[in-house]
């Protein structure tokens, strides 16, 4: 049984920092890529960053420069440092995986099999 684990959330205020941690079980680790999505309230998920099982990754205009995704494959777990956070950033985070079989990864939230719960990050002004 797949299970994906966020933490690392909080409040923090404008132009300071966060790194959320995601850890996966239950699965061959090594063989999944990886994704981040946010929700903020009345808005849709959206995909933040995603990387491949070999560590390519991508990040949404919104976060490029910012956000920094990286993957640790002997701890099954996933983190973004989250940097300059800017109020618009506030909104519950999803770590999500799905198998690479193309040495890929996507952040469309229909392409993920297994989601965590999420996180809060609220970001003050």
């Known amino acids: 049984q797949v299970q994906v684990v966020e933490s690392g959330g909080g409040l923090v205020q404008s132009g300071g920092s966060l790194r959320l941690s995601c850890t996966a079980s239950?699965?061959?680790?090594?063989?999944?890529?990886m994704g981040w999505f946010r929700q903020a309230p009345g808005k849709e998920r959206e995909g933040v960053s995603c990387?491949?099982?070999?560590?390519?990754?991508y990040y949404s205009n919104s976060v490029k420069g910012r956000f920094t995704l990286s993957r640790d494959n002997a701890k099954n777990t996933l983190y973004l440092q989250m940097n300059s956070l800017k109020p618009e950033d506030t909104a519950m985070y999803y770590c999500?995986?799905?198998?690479?079989?193309?040495?890929?990864?996507?952040?469309?939230?229909?392409?993920?099999?297994?989601w965590g719960q999420g996180t809060q990050v609220t970001v003050s002004s």
């Open positions: 999500a995986a799905v198998y690479d079989r193309y040495t890929y990864c996507s952040v469309r939230t229909e392409d993920y099999d297994h």
């Open positions: 990387i491949n099982r070999v560590g390519g990754t």
């Open positions: 239950g699965l061959t680790y090594t063989g999944y890529a």
